[in-house]
Each structure stands twice: as C-alpha cells, then as structure tokens.
C-alpha cells in the first residue's frame, strides 16, 4: 500500500515526460509540408502546348515513358531561381526533367531559359495551371518523381538541392531506374 | 453613466466585426441565385488554403485560394454537388484540404480525443471528490478525535 502512494507521486514525472518525447518530435515535423494526396496516383492526361513551340500540343503520351522529374516552376517564384542552377547538374547527371511551367507569362518564361539555360527536355506551358490543379500543386517550386509507367512516386515540395536530392529523390529515382532495367532484362529474355 | 458604458461596449463590438469582414478576401464572384451562393459560401468556408494554414480559403488572398475559389464557382454553375466538388478537392489536395474530416480510421483519433479527454476530466473529477469522504472515515474511527468532536459540539450547544 505504501509503494503504491509511493509510486503515484511518479505520475506528473510519466505524464511530463510523455508530454515532452510528443513536443520534442513537434519540433522536427514541418507542418508546410503536406503529404502529396497524388503519390502513387497516374500522372493526369493533359493536353498543353509546349512553351517553346506553342502550335503543337502535348500530352501525358508525350513524356511517359522513362522514370522523371517533373518540376514545376515560374518566373515568379523566387526559390526557383536558387533552384535552377542545380537542375542543370541534375541534366548533367543524365536526370530526365521535365518542366511545367505554372501560371507564368510565355514571354517572360521564355527569356528565363535563355538567360539561365534549359535544364528540360522539354516545358509544358500550364498557362491557367489546370495541369497544376490536377497535380495539387499549391505553390512552386515542386517537383515529382515519375516512374517509367507514368505513375507518380513522389513529390517534393521547395527547392531540389544537393542534400534533397541525395537523401530523398536520388535513392528512389535509382530504385526506378534498376526496376526499369530488370523489367528489360526479362523482355529481351522472353 | 450606464449608457455611456453601453454606448462604449456597442462601440468597441461594432469595431470588432467591422475588423472581422476586413479579413476576407475580395471576392468578383457573383450569383444570381441566392441558393448557389449560399453553398459557395459555405463551401470555401469549409475547403482550406493549402499554402497559407490555418486560413480557409475564403479568407486567404493567395494564388492558390484565389484559383480553389474559382473552381468551387465554375463547377458550382457547372451544376455540380457539394459532395462532388469537395471529393475534387480531397483528390488533388488530399484530407488536408476538408476542414471537417469524415470519420474514418484515420481521423478517428481527432473525433475521438475530445471525448477522451472529457472523459478523462471526469473521472479526475470523481476521483478527487470521492477521496475526502475516505479520509472523513479515517478521522471517525479515530474515537479518541470524534470524541473530542463531539465534547466540543456539546460545549457549543449549552453556550
């Protein structure tokens, strides 16, 4: 009886310490950072032009095929421009990129690739971002891993940088990558 | 005096709701059925920004809430439900974007914890009010403190 009025004198110290571990793992959660409701959802059919040579439109055909980036960008998003010099060593790499640039002006988008060099194989022009709409996208930059089936596999939003891509996208883009290399192995087996 | 408190207080509310319908966005869109707009307004008071949280997106300013608010407008003249266009939403922005969550497993915690925790104070308070009655049961068998009691009350009396 009395190591049980002993024991309960612990019972603020257990509730202060559950309380603690709760608002010590608060401090490392990111509350801007909302899980993609499109994970492992199929890219959406679209129809846009393509920012470059505007009289052909694209569609979702058109750029799945291969695991990929799609990035999405602006002339208006300041982040993007830190962003930008970093896709350039993704190209490098040999990273397929595609760009959806959102909401922007033809003109002024157009003048950004030429300044600063065009990362991407080639640029959807979602004027209106209706393709933005469908992907969830609610601010730039953001960028999507894509599967060789057009399945999206992930998505980041900010800006893609040496320790996001190292520790987040590269290992997952990877994993696509020998995925898509052993389902060819099996067809030329076959 | 009282009527220059009155005066004062019905000052200091009207100030406070005047403040209140600052705070929503500016609004172009416009109905000619009461009914549509009804539901538009409950709708965007119900769908919330994704970017700017904590703010549906009838109150928030930001790209994002202006173009939500401009789909929730097309697809209400479209003729579409309430369910219909709120499942648009979760499906491109995920439960996030409700800001009433429907019961299901995983929402199950945020319906239930409020409960939880009224039950929880319940019981602290059964608990706390139950345990003097013990101790009043610990002083009476004690006879030598009850007779003193009792020794004192009778004192009382005859005083």
Known sequence: MKIMSRLKLFIPLICFLILAVFLYRGLELDPQELPSAMVDRSLPEFSLPQLSVQTIDISRADVVGSASLFNVWATWCIACRVEHPYLHKLKQLGVIIYGINYKDNKADALQWLEQRGDPYRLTIADVEGSLGLDLGVYGAPETYLVDSLGVIRYRHVGIVDERVWTSILQPQYQQLLDAESESLEEDTKL | ?159
């Open chain 2, 1 to 159: 005096m009282i009527l220059a408190v009155i005066k004062r207080v019905a000052l200091i509310l009207l100030c406070l709701t005047a403040s209140a319908q600052v705070l929503a966005a500016i609004d172009h869109h416009t109905f000619e059925d009461e009914n549509l707009r009804q539901r538009y307004l409950s709708l965007v008071k119900e769908l919330r920004c994704p970017k700017c949280q904590n703010q549906n997106i009838a109150d928030s300013n930001s790209p994002i809430s202006n173009d939500l608010r401009e789909q929730v407008y097309l697809q209400l003249k479209a003729g579409n439900s309430d369910q219909q266009i709120i499942s648009y939403m979760v499906e491109r922005y995920g439960q996030f974007i409700v800001y009433r969550p429907p019961l299901k497993g995983k929402t199950l915690i945020l319906w239930m914890a409020p409960v939880m925790f009224l039950l929880i104070g319940l019981a602290c308070i059964v608990f706390l009010v139950r345990r003097p009655t013990e101790s009043n049961s610990v002083a009476v068998s004690n006879t030598g403190t009850s007779q003193r009691i009792k020794e004192l009350l009778n004192e009382e009396e005859q005083s």
